[in-house]
T-cell receptor, first 115, second 115 residues
Framework: AQKVTQAQTEISVVEKEDVTLDCVYETRDTTYYLFWYKQPPSGELVFLIRRNSFDEQNEISGRYSWNFQKSTSSFNFTITASQVVDSAVYFCALTLYNQGGKLIFGQGTELSVKP | KAGVTQTPRYLIKTRGQQVTLSCSPISGHRSVSWYQQTPGQGLQFLFEYFSETQRNKGNFPGRFSGRQFSNSRSEMNVSTLELGDSALYLC??????????????FGPGTRLLVL
């Protein structure tokens, strides 16, 4: 069965700390995509990044970076020098080649960044 | 370019009633998907439409239905509402045919409360 696990339910950090959100996925398929979305209190899911299963290059975008490791089925997300505006729920998700656009979401990690 | 819009934003219904939610995708996007978000079950896929055809369906009872119009706008309907249908219903659109590789962009959601 396909599954996404975000073991950290809640994380609280102080502004300027670095924080890593973990994401572990399960699938027997070899062709898939992984995504990260941010959900601020307003409720709208905001797309952050997607990565296909054949591209294990890490990515950095400003203070955000992502580490994809197929060997451990993980796609972790790091925020460097966190800011209060980073406070939100973050979701990791998976799509599979034979299931179209169906996003399989993890349970989410609620990040609270305190000033 | 305007984002995904959903109407209404908030809705209160009583058990046994039915409800229709509306979604307008980003201009030019042709695929629309629907998700239900609850505290207990998280984000779950409902269905996906492309070219007025349902391409994919999640594991929900037949009380949940949807459709897509020729202008790509979509509606979902829930009949015989139950208390457990209280949730945030999110609509997402993507630019292509709804494949696993496409990025889905989400609307602000419709928050449904069933009393």
């Amino acid at each position: 069965a396909q599954k996404v696990t975000q073991a950290q339910t809640e994380i609280s950090v102080v502004e300027k700390e670095d924080v890593t959100l973990d994401c572990v996925y399960e699938t027997r398929d070899t062709t898939y995509y992984l995504f990260w979305y941010k959900q601020p209190p307003s409720g709208e899911l905001v797309f952050l990044i997607r990565r296909n299963s054949f591209d294990e290059q890490n990515e950095i975008s400003g203070r955000y970076s992502w580490n994809f490791q197929k060997s451990t089925s993980s796609f972790n997300f790091t925020i460097t020098a966190s800011q209060v505006v980073d406070s939100a729920v973050y979701f990791c998700a998976l799509t599979l080649y034979n299931q179209g656009g169906k996003l399989i979401f993890g349970q989410g990690t609620e990040l609270s960044v305190k000033p | 370019k305007a984002g995904v819009t959903q109407t209404p934003r908030y809705l209160i219904k009583t058990r046994g009633q039915q409800v229709t939610l509306s979604c307008s995708p980003i201009s030019g996007h042709r695929s629309v998907s629907w998700y239900q978000q609850t505290p207990g079950q998280g984000l779950q896929f409902l269905f996906e439409y492309f070219s007025e055809t349902q391409r994919n369906k999640g594991n929900f009872p037949g009380r949940f239905s949807g459709r897509q119009f020729s202008n790509s706008r979509s509606e979902m309907n829930v009949s015989t509402l139950e208390l457990g249908d209280s949730a945030l219903y999110l609509c997402a659109s993507s630019a292509g045919t709804g494949g696993y590789q496409e990025t889905q962009y989400f609307g602000p959601g419709t928050r449904l409360l069933v009393l």
